[in-house]
């Protein structure tokens, strides 16, 4: 399966797609406050066909023309979303792993709808899209390849509408490639700490720009609530929102890119980023770990290179690299450099820990 994304030119015309998804939300919140009554009178979850039943008697009632204006097959696409997200709450309840339950959303914050096999028609000649029976024309920067099986319109905080066509296409099979293995230590100052000393600094670019996002922010609370100022200020702060995780990306991808050039096994560790998330706040999502995970994966995969996660219990950072001994004292992270009182070798935490995670995901690689 493939992701294709392209933007919808501006035009009054969008003023439609914009009503569509408003109307998903509706449709949506309704879906939730059914759930959270059924639950409440009888104990336990809502079926997705009762659900699905009942919301298309609700299209013959006038207040609920909101249901007809998105097509059966997006209503759908919601209960079924609606559906998967309670059955993971409820399965984490019984793990007893602490999550919230879906719940409403604000209307004008709704992001998108999805449609699959009908209501809508592309013709990639003249770069158009028939929608419901609109018309829109998109922006193509390449070519869409293999078959479409999904259309999902989503817009973003500026009010963009972009078209993601999720397609079936035929890959060939790409062997594993030989070459050289590399571990990597995520790490706070560094972004990679690498095992071959090729480290990748942090780059932060919510850090480089807290002062024009706290600025934005000031700004926008000196504004009157409903005005035409605060909505500017609004999307002031969405645009600068909106450059730093467009920075963020492009960093991804071009160490991802850089990364499966040069090294044939790449092992990591697999980290818990809630946890983290806790502990050192803003810090873990300016740094992305988890998305340059995907998109590093995504890559190696067309690419012939392997990833290799190890367990995040392996306690990388307390096993001497030299001589194999395993230091329980240093668990404080404050600890930055140990020596080895079995060989007497002196280690850097980061770099200890990405030769160690090297060595583990060769372990595994080859078992």
């Not at 059914?34 to 104990?43: A, E, N, S, V």
């Not at 390849?145 to 060939?172: M, Q």
């Not at 050039?261 to 818990?272: D, G, H, K, R």
């Not at 012939?304 to 190890?310: D, Q, Y």
Request: aromatic share 10%.
């Amino acid at each position: 399966m493939k992701t294709y994304c392209f933007k919808l030119y501006d035009s009054k015309r969008n003023r439609k797609l914009h009503s569509q998804i408003n109307a998903a939300g509706l449709v949506y919140n309704h879906c939730i406050a059914l759930h959270k009554r059924y639950y409440r009178l009888f104990g336990k979850s809502l079926n997705i066909y009762r659900l699905q039943k009942h919301l298309s008697k609700l299209k013959k009632i006038s207040r609920f023309t909101y249901l007809k204006e998105i097509g059966s097959q997006a209503v759908q696409d919601i209960t079924q979303r609606i559906d998967k997200a309670y059955k993971l709450f409820f399965r984490n309840l019984k793990h007893k792993i602490r999550t919230a339950p879906p719940s409403f959303k604000k209307i004008k914050k709704y992001k998108s709808f999805t449609l699959k096999q009908s209501g809508w028609k592309l013709n990639e000649a003249d770069n158009s899209i028939i929608i419901g029976k609109q018309r829109y024309r998109y922006a193509k920067s390449r070519k869409i390849d293999g078959k479409i099986k999904i259309l999902t319109i989503k817009r973003d905080a500026l009010g963009d509408i972009y078209l993601y066509f999720v397609c079936e296409t035929s890959e060939n099979e790409v062997l594993a490639r030989t070459g050289k293995s590399v571990g990597f230590d995520f790490g706070l100052k560094m972004f990679l700490n690498a095992s071959d000393g090729k480290d990748i600094a942090s780059p932060l670019f919510f850090k480089q720009n807290a002062n024009a996002v706290k600025r934005a922010n000031k700004n926008l609370s000196r504004k009157v609530k409903g005005s035409n100022n605060r909505q500017k200020a609004k999307l002031t702060l969405a645009r600068l929102h909106k450059k730093i995780a467009n920075q963020r990306n492009a960093f991804h991808w071009q160490v991802a890119h850089r990364l499966v050039a040069e090294y044939a096994l790449i092992c990591l560790e697999s980290l818990n980023l809630k946890a983290m998330q806790k502990r050192f706040g803003r810090k873990i999502s300016d740094l992305g770990f988890a998305d340059f995970v995907d998109k590093l994966k995504y890559l190696s995969n067309k690419t012939g290179s392997s990833v290799i996660e190890i367990d995040r219990f392996y306690p990388s950072s307390q096993i001497c690299s030299a001589c194999g001994y395993q230091n329980t004292k240093i668990k404080n992270l404050e600890i930055r450099e140990w020596v080895c009182p079995e060989c007497g070798s002196t280690h850097n935490r980061d770099r200890n820990a990405s030769i160690n995670i090297e060595r583990e995901g060769i372990r595994i690689f080859f078992a």
